[in-house]
């Protein structure tokens, strides 16, 4: 991770690597989702919170077996 904080110490960006392996009984092993995450964060009344996260997907595989979407919602790889 890779974290660098503004020279006005109000707001940071870091940046984190992401790689995700599956396998199920019926679903090989495989890389499934490889990519990077973007997060900011904002620094208010004297701490730390998380302001946004971005997500860019340099690779994605085979995900039919990763997750059953919720009643009602689709999941979409962009």
Known sequence: MIIDVAEDGATAQSVSY?????????????????????????????SWRFHERVVDADGVGDMRAHHKPATGVTAEAS
Do not use: M, R, W
């Not at 490889?34 to 964060?41: A, E, K, L, R, S």
């Open 18 to 46: 992401v790689d995700s392996i599956q396998v199920t009984e019926d679903f090989p092993l495989q890389l499934i989702f490889q990519g990077h995450y973007i997060d900011t964060f904002v620094f208010e009344e004297g």
